[in-house]
């Protein structure tokens, strides 16, 4: 998404808003399955334990990111290791 308008500088016009368009209906798609998923959950959180992630966040409205999440998830020992995957994760980029 951060290198969306030098893509559509690159591809034209035409091929430019077949790309933003492209890139809406995605960001709509995934909208609508996250809202269809927070729904379920709240309605027949029985049938959904599998999505843990969800639950945990519903939880708790103070958890912000992934290394909180993680905390709660798997105790504080997590968090290192999520820490660290994101530090590379941003070592890696380049």
Not at 68 to 94: S, W
Request: glycine share 6%; proline share 3%; aromatic share 14%.
């Amino acid at each position: 998404m951060l290198s969306e308008p030098l893509a559509f500088a690159y591809s034209g016009w035409f091929m430019g808003t077949i790309l933003v368009l492209m890139y809406g209906a995605l960001a709509c798609y995934t909208y609508v399955q996250m809202a269809h998923s927070l729904i379920l959950l709240l309605i027949r959180p029985h049938r959904y334990r599998a999505k843990v992630l969800a639950r945990i966040i519903c939880s708790d409205s103070r958890l912000r990111t992934y290394s909180d999440i993680g905390r709660k998830a798997f105790g504080p020992r997590a968090t290192v290791f999520i820490n660290f995957m994101f530090c590379l994760e941003l070592f890696a980029v380049r």
